[in-house]
């Protein structure tokens, strides 16, 4: 797995690299498994390795891939969120083998997942064999000779817990002075990213205070196997102070206990199940006088800790690589035996109708290219930014949604760079708001200096679409905050608002903001308020001839439909859900030609109840909005006539279209402005480019996740 586009310098051995945000990479492996005809496939799946919402990335491979798959789950959730739930779910399903390493998995897959114990099998965490020797060899040969050596090691974070070690330490050194701990391991490489060094610095301050600068060795290294054994070898005692319960796999703690070590832990799943029956010692979560009076127990009883290590070793044998390796290949031999009673699709069932197709590459060259420090640029003429029109609000608020979407997903960008596009747009977005009104504007200038006092109702909400996003999705705290404090902002003038439009993309920014703030029952309440208007507007204008809510169909109508769809799922609303599927299964009926392509309502004129439509010019933004209600239909009934409907409409950027020429430009990354009669518009705006990759985001993600949705009420 390659989680940078350079990769990396792996030896000689590796055949096949996938790239973590790619998703074609995955079908591509799928392709290269089959046709070498790899007799199974061994996954190790653990949530944050592949690509996707919640890794779903990894589904496009399980699906296409003819061998037998076992799957080893190092993480196994009590409490999924529905993206990681369908990915558990799914990934499940597609494996013939299903392999933990603790009885507690077990548990939970049966209880949880309704895994058939007969799929399952309970393999250890693999460990090397070490012999059980005396820690004076190497001691000596770590220049800790004549010292009682407490360890802990592994990636360091706060999870971890250490600094109820270091709180523990006066009291243990005061009753044994000789004693030193050791903390092994790089800090977690995301946590650098983020944060630097700060976890370690304050836990060296924290030394420092408690007086026990001079017990405490921070070796701040990845280490390799034979350095590990040679630090575990002059462990006396190995703390694992971790504070989340649900951990149910932990490697450090296998390889330390089956090494013989006696062992001081907090409850957590694993422990508890190794550390049964006196192989070891667990004391409660964020206590440092339990961790003192445990470590000082073994200490003060050499005899108690002696007998300790040899049922820990005893045990461990079971635990070494021969014996886990045995176990592997019996669950291998089981998936073959399974799967030649129940063979998977062969070549030639790969048929168009059952195989999805390939995407176009996500380019982000045009995007970049159209942005500033200030941000993006609302026109280009031909592919190149027009300064002259300056910017919007609309624009950095797609942009936005778009780099949210992205960074959840994968793609487009490394981290750091998405990230500083991110922060661009959203600066943008924070200077619109003008805080005495409480209203966002929407024209600026090249030169910075606003053009109005307040934007259209349409731009404010497609602000607080944009801020909910962010308050909902995003993974940078700064950004979640400000967007959140701006959302709160903003919301308040929507109730006086008019615009149909405006309520649908409000409504569609509460339904990304309750994601992460689902306590917050103004916001709710402006969710039923919002849905109320547009049932309304429904019951005044709706026929059997004419299921709409407005005499006129004009732009961005899916909106509409999209945001009642969302609505109906979660408030619940039954009857928001209905109308929502009616007035957009009418609106796909009416956007559909006998030739059966995607043919959006024309701006130019749009369509009148009892009067004529408009076919051209038929604009980017229609075809986006489709693909977005279409794909949350099929969420919200599993019919897959909506997702043959957002394939339709995405195929219009494609060339699949009245003219049969694509607006997409897979040389620059932009999309053409529209459709007329007789050409294409050549200008590749930010709104028509935007609209594109949006697109591309939610049909690369939609083949295996269904929305997120908040949290449900207490």
């Given at each position: 797995m390659?989680?940078?586009?350079e ?7 590796v055949r096949?690299?996938l790239?973590e ?6 079908r591509?492996a799928?392709?290269?498994l089959n ?6 496939l061994?996954v ?18 399980l699906k ?19 993206a ?9 399903r597609?494996?013939d ?6 009885q ?7 209880d949880?997942y ?8 309970l ?15 190497s ?7 004549g ?8 990636l ?7 600094e109820?070690?270091i ?13 030193v ?9 995301h ?10 610095l ?25 350095d590990?054994?040679e630090f575990?070898?002059?462990?006396d ?11 149910i796999t932990s490697?450090?703690?296998a ?13 957590y799943?694993h422990?508890?199940?190794l550390l ?5 010692t667990?004391?409660?979560?964020r206590d440092?006088?339990?961790i003192?009076?445990?470590?000082c127990?073994?200490?003060?009883d ?14 461990g044998r ?8 045995q ?11 399974d799967?030649?009673a129940?063979?998977r699709a062969?070549f ?7 195989r ?9 060259d045009?995007?970049?290219r159209?942005s500033?420090?200030t941000?993006?640029f609302q ?16 624009d950095?608020?797609?942009?936005y949604?778009?780099?949210n979407?992205l ?8 981290g750091?760079n998405l ?6 747009y959203l ?18 200038s090249h030169?910075r200096?606003?053009?109005?006092d ?11 679409w ?6 909902g999705?995003?993974?940078?705290e ?24 405006a ?8 339904h ?20 109320e208007?547009?049932?309304a ?9 004419w299921?709409?809510?407005e005499?006129?169909a004009t732009?961005?109508n899916?909106?509409i ?24 299964r ?22 009148q109840?009892d ?6 010019d038929q604009?980017p933004?229609?075809?986006q ?5 279409c794909l ?9 006539f ?7 409409a ?10 049969g020429?694509p607006l997409?430009d ?7 402005d529209g459709?007329?009669?007789d050409?294409?518009n ?7 480019s935007?609209?594109?990759q949006l697109?591309?985001a939610?049909m690369?993600c ?13």
């Amino acid at each position: 797995m390659n989680d940078r586009p350079e990769g990396y310098k792996y030896p000689s051995r590796v055949r096949f690299e996938l790239l973590e945000k790619d998703l074609n990479s995955y079908r591509r492996a799928a392709d290269f498994l089959n046709f070498n005809n790899a007799e199974v496939l061994c996954v190790q799946h653990e949530f944050g390795i592949y690509g996707g919402a919640a890794g779903s990335h990894l589904l496009a491979l399980l699906k296409e891939v003819r061998m037998p798959v076992v799957t080893t789950l190092h993480t196994v959730l009590r409490d999924p969120n529905p993206a990681q739930r369908k990915v558990m779910d799914e990934l499940v399903r597609r494996s013939d083998r299903v392999v933990v390493m603790a009885q507690k998995g077990a548990e939970m897959l049966r209880d949880i997942y309704a895994v058939p114990e007969a799929k399952l099998d309970l393999i250890p965490h693999g460990i090397p064999d070490m012999p059980l020797e005396d820690t004076v060899i190497s001691k000596a040969r770590l220049g800790v000779e004549g010292r009682m050596v407490l360890l802990t090691f592994g990636l360091l974070g706060p999870g971890k817990g250490i600094e109820y070690v270091i709180e523990a330490l006066p009291e243990i050194v005061r009753r044994h002075p000789s004693l030193v701990y050791l903390v092994l391991g790089a800090t977690h490489p995301h946590l650098v990213a983020r944060e630097g060094e700060s976890y370690r610095l304050s836990l060296e301050r924290l030394a420092e205070d408690r007086g026990v600068k001079d017990h405490v060795i921070f070796y701040n290294r990845f280490v390799s196997l034979e350095d590990l054994k040679e630090f575990i070898g002059a462990t006396d005692i190995y703390v694992t102070p971790y504070l989340n319960e649900t951990q149910i796999t932990s490697g450090t703690l296998a390889y330390v206990f089956g090494a013989g070590k006696a062992v001081v832990s907090t409850p957590y799943w694993h422990a508890q199940e190794l550390l049964a029956e006196g192989r070891g010692t667990l004391v409660p979560f964020r206590d440092p006088q339990a961790i003192a009076e445990a470590v000082c127990h073994y200490l003060d009883d050499p005899a108690l800790m002696e007998r300790t290590r040899q049922g820990a070793w005893k045990l461990g044998r079971e635990m070494i690589w021969p014996a886990v390796a045995q176990r592997y290949i019996e669950s291998f031999q089981h998936a073959r035996a399974d799967r030649r009673a129940m063979p998977r699709a062969a070549f030639a069932g790969w048929t168009l109708a059952s195989r999805p197709y390939d995407l176009p590459p996500l380019r982000l060259d045009h995007i970049v290219r159209m942005s500033d420090g200030t941000g993006i640029f609302q026109h280009a003429i031909f592919n190149v930014p027009n300064f002259h029109e300056g910017y919007c609000t609309d624009d950095n608020a797609r942009a936005y949604i778009l780099c949210n979407l992205l960074d959840e997903t994968g793609g487009g960008l490394p981290g750091e760079n998405l990230n500083a596009q991110a922060t661009g747009y959203l600066g943008f977005l924070a200077a619109a708001l003008d805080y005495n009104s409480g209203r966002f504007r929407n024209f600026m200038s090249h030169g910075r200096q606003w053009l109005e006092d307040a934007g259209s109702e349409d731009s404010h909400a497609r602000a607080l679409w944009a801020v909910g996003t962010g308050a909902g999705r995003s993974r940078n705290e700064g950004h979640r905050r400000l967007s959140a404090q701006l959302f709160e902002r903003g919301l308040t003038e929507v109730v006086l608002f008019t615009s149909p439009r405006a309520w649908a993309f409000t409504l569609l920014g509460i339904h990304e903001y309750l994601r992460h703030y689902p306590e917050q029952e103004k916001v709710h309440a402006m969710r039923i308020t919002l849905t109320e208007k547009l049932l309304a507007l429904w019951h005044g204008c709706a026929t059997e001839d004419w299921p709409w809510f407005e005499p006129s169909a004009t732009y961005d109508n899916a909106r509409i439909c999209q945001a009642l769809l969302l609505s109906g799922q979660w408030m619940p609303h039954q009857e928001a859900l209905e109308i929502g599927l009616n007035s957009l299964r009418w609106l796909a009926s009416i956007q559909r030609t006998q030739a059966g392509h995607f043919r959006p309502i024309g701006s130019n004129g749009f369509y009148q109840r009892d009067g004529g439509r408009a076919d051209f010019d038929q604009q980017p933004v229609e075809a986006q909005a489709m693909v977005s209600a279409c794909l949350e239909a099929f969420r919200a009934t599993q019919d897959s006539f909506w997702t043959r409907e957002a394939r339709r409409a995405f195929e219009w950027f494609l060339g699949r279209n009245d003219l049969g020429l694509p607006l997409y430009d897979s040389r620059t990354g932009g999309c053409s402005d529209g459709l007329h009669a007789d050409r294409v518009n050549e200008n590749q705006g930010a709104e028509s480019s935007l609209a594109f990759q949006l697109s591309l985001a939610e049909m690369n993600c939609a083949e295996h996740l269904p929305a997120t949705p908040p949290p449900p009420r207490s």
